[in-house]
C-alpha cells in the first residue's frame, strides 16, 4: 500500500503552468490536480493541441496530472443529454493531456441518484476506451460517503467510476471517519486532505493538522489505501488565507509522516 502527493491548483488561482510545476517539484509532490475552468490555463475551450502540450509539460517535470478537477454536476436538474455532453468533454480533455481521473460534483436532489447513475454509465464505454477514472466528491447535495456511493455502486465498476473523498464534507455533516472508509471500501479512488476551523459561521481552512478536522484519523484509516492524497487547498473561495506554497510544506510533512509506503 502507498499513497502519492498531489496538490489542487485551486490554491493557487490564476497561478501558470511553470509556477504550478515549479510548487509541485519544490515540495516533492508526484502530481498536481489541475482546475478546470476559464479563469485558468485548462479550459474546456482549450485546443487539443494546447491541452497535449500542458499534458507533455507535466510529464517533463516528471509529475503526473492525477485528476481534471471539473465542474460537472451529475445529479443536476434538466436535460441528460447536456450533462452526459459535458462529461464527454472532460473526458476527453483528460485523454488529451494524459489525467488519470476527471472529479465531478453531485450537485442536485439528494434523491437524484438513479438519474446520476444512467448519466455515468452512459460516458462508461468512453472511460474505459481513454484509460480514465471519473470521480464522484462527496460534496453539496451528497457530502458523505454513504450518499455520494449510491451514485456508483450499482455500476460495479469501481476502475471506471468511485467516490473522491473530500476530507471535511462528511465529517462536518456528521459522518464519522471511521464509517466513511468502511462505506466506501474499494469504490475509495482518491482523497482529498484539508484541514478547518469554523469561524465566523463558516469553515476556514487552515494548515493540515492545525484545525478541527480529524485528519490524524483519517491517515490512520487510509494506510489500507493506494492511490493520490492530494491537498487541496481552497485559497480561490478564500483568498484572505495563506499562499499554497506556504500551505504545502506542512501538507507534504504530513504526508510524508502517514505515508504507508
Known sequence: MSWRFAFSTLGCPGASLEDVLGLAVENDAQGVELRVHEEEFLHLGVSEPEAAGIGEQVRAAGLVISALAGYVQVCRPGEDARVVEELRAMIRLAEVTGAEAVRVFPGGEDEADAGAQDRIAAVLPQLRA????????????????????????????????????????????????????????????????????????????????????PVQQQARLLQDFTGWVSLEWERRWHPQIAPLAEALPPAASWFRRWNPA
Do not use: C, I, N
Open 130 to 213: 481513454a484509460g480514465v477514472r471519473l470521480l464522484v466528491e462527496t460534496h453539496d447535495s451528497h457530502p458523505t460517503g454513504r450518499q455520494t456511493l449510491r451514485l456508483v455502486q450499482e455500476l460495479r465498476e469501481p476502475q471506471l467510476a468511485a467516490v473522491l473523498w473530500d476530507g471535511l464534507h462528511p465529517w462536518r455533516s456528521g459522518e464519522d471517519p471511521e464509517e466513511t472508509r468502511e462505506l466506501l471500501g474499494d469504490h475509495l479512488a482518491y482523497f482529498q486532505v484539508k484541514d478547518a476551523v469554523w469561524r465566523d459561521g463558516a469553515w476556514v481552512p487552515v494548515v493540515v493538522g492545525e484545525g478541527q478536522v
